[in-house]
């Protein structure tokens, strides 16, 4: 079937969610929508606009609805959760959820929104967005530079940028180590790429780290397709660690790596919070 429209997946997302034992991240409700829409790789792979899916772009539009109602919320790490309240729903009017929200919120209608391109997601999404591009507008040489310095802060010894062209797709190797004891050997590719990686081009890269290290790392600006992921952790085969755009913009923010965090905010203990287990 087609990608429904945003309000056709306002009861799937909810679904997706509960699936996932209350709260899951962007990338795990997208796929968790999909399987349980039993989508083709076709369809969750077309492209919206840049780098983004037409499926995760919808979704994006349901989740800021189902918020705006106050089924579900979301943490500054882009984790969806159901409130109190979407505990309770097992499923909503789309009719109902469009029109209370458009009171609300005084907008108009959310078809008139995604015809003007507008981002259903809040702040976050916008500077993720805007770090992606900066991202891509790197030289290959720059990217992997940028992908080693990454590691580097991350905790991984001995990176180094191989720099060599027909190399099987390895771009870099280095160690990481684990509690001061255990050392793994990695081998990682880099990727500036604005559609999805395939599930062959996580297989030549495998076939390139057997033997060479103790697991691999596929580092993109795109997706990974629903295949790519499956073989990447494949039964009897090499175990290949997949980084895309997404996971690559929240963990540069988190070690602070081409980003600036304008704010610092009091903590405090949020005892509701703890209501939602």
């Not at 929200?101 to 995604?114: I, P």
């Not at 999404?125 to 770090?131: I, P, R, Y």
């Not at 990695?186 to 780290?209: E, L, N, P, T, W």
Request: glycine share 10%; charged share 30%.
């Amino acid at each position: 079937m087609a990608v429904p429209t945003f309000d056709k997946l306002f009861n799937p997302v909810l679904d997706a969610i509960r699936a996932l034992g209350g709260s899951g991240s962007n990338t795990e409700i997208d796929e968790k929508v999909a399987e349980l829409l039993k989508l083709s790789d076709s369809d969750i792979n077309r492209i919206h606009k840049g780098n983004r899916t037409q499926l995760s772009y919808r979704i994006a539009w349901a989740k800021n609805y189902l918020k705006r109602y106050g089924l579900v919320d979301n943490s500054t790490r882009g984790i969806w959760s159901l409130t109190n309240a979407g505990k309770e729903t097992g499923s909503v009017n789309e009719a109902e959820v469009k029109a209370a929200v458009r009171a609300l919120s005084n907008s108009t209608s959310v078809e008139e929104e995604v015809e003007e391109g507008k981002d259903p997601s809040s702040e976050i999404s916008t500077w993720q967005e805007k770090l992606l591009e900066q991202i891509k507008s790197l030289s290959p040489g720059a990217f992997e530079r940028l992908a080693q310095r990454i590691l580097r802060e991350a905790g991984f010894i001995q990176v180094e940028v191989t720099g060599k062209s027909g190399d099987g797709g390895i771009d870099g190797t280095g160690i990481i180590r684990l509690g001061g004891f255990l050392s793994f050997h990695i081998i990682f590719q880099c990727k500036r790429y604005q559609g999805s990686v395939s599930a062959q081009q996580v297989r030549d890269f495998r076939g390139a780290m057997v033997g060479r290290a103790d697991k691999g790392l596929f580092i993109t600006t795109g997706t990974f397709t629903r295949d790519a992921k499956k073989e990447a952790v494949r039964d009897g085969a090499p175990p290949i660690d997949l980084i895309d755009g997404e996971l690559l913009v929240e963990k540069m923010k988190e070690l602070e790596l081409g980003v600036k965090i304008k704010t610092q905010e009091a903590v405090e203990v949020d005892k509701d919070w703890f209501k939602n287990f």
